[in-house]
């Protein structure tokens, strides 16, 4: 039984085909999905890091909020303390000694009030400092994300564009040269020796 040397020749191109395609394939699929799987995460992380900075603003703005009205709070707590202390000097005068003594505790309680309102007013002061630098780090990071997530976007097209099979075909060709070009050189061979 002979065979065609056309025959053995468009089988073998016809394996190096079903070779080629299948490896092609399967690079693509897995380097699609890879980036595919990159681009989620990278989306993913940059979605919860806006979120957080957008809540880490709200935060800031409440305690801000608070601050302003621990502030005008205490102002006026000073300015009735004054006042009080004032008016107190001048009663405790009047009032016999074993009396001022329990007086003179209330006032010293009251100035400990007052003292107790300007710590909580620092106190939320430093909170919303707090929050800010918070919300200029996650900002960094924001930052750091979106420029990963540029990264990975441009290596998923490149990835794409390296899988096109290009003129003709050949560039795809040349990646699979390690199925071809051995089928290449036995199609080659058995035509040379069937002569």
């Known amino acids: 039984m ?8 468009l089988v073998g191109l016809a394996i190096g085909g079903i070779a080629f395609g299948t490896h092609q394939a399967g690079r693509a699929t897995d380097a699609e999905i890879r980036l595919e799987a990159a681009l989620v995460a990278q989306r993913d992380s940059a979605s919860r890091w806006m979120a957080s900075r957008d809540s880490l603003v709200g935060i800031a703005r409440g305690l801000r909020a608070d601050s302003q009205v621990l502030a005008l709070r205490y102002a006026n707590a000073s300015q009735a303390a004054r006042r009080a202390h004032r008016t ?7 009032l016999p000694d074993t009396l001022r003594v329990g007086i003179r505790l209330v006032f010293d309680s009251l100035a400990g009030e007052t003292d ?8 939320a002061n430093a909170r919303a400092q707090n929050c800010e630098q918070r919300a200029r780090g996650d900002s960094l990071q924001l930052a750091q994300t979106a420029t990963l997530l540029l990264r990975a976007e441009a290596a998923w097209h490149t990835e794409q564009r390296k899988n096109q099979p290009g003129f003709l075909g050949l560039r795809s060709f040349w990646r699979a040269r390690s199925y071809t070009l051995p089928l290449v050189a036995l199609s080659a061979f058995l035509l040379v020796t069937r002569r």
């Not at 002979?2 to 020749?9: A, D, T």
């Open 2 to 9: 002979k065979i065609s040397p056309l025959i053995v020749l």
């Open 88 to 94: 107190a000097d001048s009663l405790l005068a009047r």
């Open 116 to 123: 107790a309102c300007r710590l909580v007013a620092a106190n």
